[in-house]
């Protein structure tokens, strides 16, 4: 029998866990294209993650933690592999204070201003920055408009504005084939867009520390990080934030648009009018059209600036243009995902 038929057999019998084969991954990601994954599982609990992985491995099949999606674009092809999903069940939250309660501490004398929250791996983490700051918790304003999930954004290292996960994050749960742990957050490599799992893990849960404040300040500070996403980003549209990371003192929108190419559009992808790093699906845009506007500004910033433009979102099933030495998307095997977080 096929590995994935038999792998199916397998998993539809075990407890939180479910499975699908053959599943459309473009409503799972915010940009809503590409193909299918051979098998999308999602899991309710940490140990149900831990056997469907250990069962993967076994196969010697390829697999992929998806968070929201929010930074994903997957192969038109599809891909050939296990797509992993945290459940709802992943989405919670403990230790949060009484909004104005004073000075007491989750950890007593150690940090009596400050609170640690652990919170699941699947929790939106745009959700959790408005809860945080209702509950006077200050420290994760500008997490108010990031749309993925608390682990994807563990994994990305995901900010804004200077801040950044890191700041936040004392502790993070991982989950593999062979169990789960809790590691201190200075054992990770964290960098810009960057923080460094140990292979083939999923994380879970993250433990972050956030101190008291004045509930009306976080949030008026919300509302204007808010508001200056509103005037520098498109609204309401199918994207998956940049599509590439800002070199070292510049921004990669600005060197797109002065390249020119603002407004460039390939059959239903379009580079944003709004902000030159925002790649858009206009209703019927393949990940192939996304992928060659990716090229063409590319190419065209390092022509006209000199800089080389690094990837920020990240690939499941292909590769980008310029790695395969073809116009054209190399397609399987590949994952740059593979919950291995290393750039590119
Ligand atoms: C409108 C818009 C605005 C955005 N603005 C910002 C911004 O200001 N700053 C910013 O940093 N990003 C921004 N992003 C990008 C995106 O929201 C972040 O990168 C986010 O952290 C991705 O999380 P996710 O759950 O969607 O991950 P996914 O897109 O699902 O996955 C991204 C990567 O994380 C890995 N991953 C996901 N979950 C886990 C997990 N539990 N364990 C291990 N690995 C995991 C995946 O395997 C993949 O490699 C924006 C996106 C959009 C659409």
Same mark, same amino acid.
């Given at each position: 029998m096929d590995s994935f038929l038999e792998l199916l057999e397998v998993l539809r019998g075990l407890e939180g866990v479910r499975v699908w084969k053959d599943a459309p991954l473009a409503p799972f990601t915010t940009i809503a294209t590409g193909g299918r994954a051979k098998l999308l599982v999602t899991v309710a609990t940490v140990s149900s993650l831990v056997r469907v992985l250990a069962e993967v491995e076994a196969r010697g099949l390829d697999w992929f933690c998806l968070g929201a999606g929010s930074n994903l674009l997957v192969a038109d092809?599809?891909?050939?592999?296990?797509?992993?999903k945290l459940d709802q069940s992943f989405q919670y939250l403990e230790g949060l204070p009484d909004a104005g309660r004073s000075t007491e501490g989750t950890e007593g004398t150690l940090a009596r201003s400050s609170v640690v929250l652990t919170v699941g791996a699947g929790a939106y983490l745009a959700r959790l920055a408005t809860v945080v700051a209702e509950a006077g918790l200050t420290g994760m304003e500008h997490a108010c408009g990031i749309p993925g999930s608390v682990g994807g954004a563990v994994a990305m290292n995901a900010g804004a504005c200077g801040w950044c996960m890191r700041d936040v994050v004392q502790e993070?749960? #991982?989950?593999?084939?062979?169990?789960? /742990?809790?590691?201190?957050?200075?054992n990770l490599e964290w960098g810009y867009r960057f923080c460094r799992l140990p292979e083939r893990s999923v994380v879970t849960a993250v433990r972050i520390r956030l101190d008291r404040a004045d509930p009306r300040e976080c949030l008026a500070r919300q509302r204007v990080y808010l508001r200056q996403r509103r005037e520098k980003q498109p609204r309401s549209v199918r994207t998956f934030g940049s599509a590439f990371k800002n070199p070292p003192g510049q921004h990669a929108g600005r060197l797109v648009e002065a390249a020119g190419l603002k407004g460039l559009r390939r059959g239903g992808a379009e580079i944003s009018r709004v902000h030159g790093n925002f790649l858009l699906n206009l209703g019927d845009a393949s990940t192939a059209d996304v992928l060659? #506007?990716?090229?063409?500004?590319?190419? /065209?910033?390092?022509?006209?600036?000199?800089?080389?433009?690094?990837?920020?979102v990240r690939l499941l099933g292909c590769r980008f243009p310029w790695e395969t030495g073809s116009p054209e998307t190399a397609t399987q095997p590949h994952s740059v995902g593979s919950c291995r977080t290393d750039d590119g």
């Open positions: 092809q599809g891909y050939r592999g296990v797509a992993v993070v749960e #991982l989950a593999s084939a062979t169990g789960d /742990a809790w590691l201190p957050a200075e060659a #506007l990716m090229a063409m500004m590319r190419e /065209a910033v390092e022509r006209t600036s000199g800089v080389v433009l690094e990837p920020e």
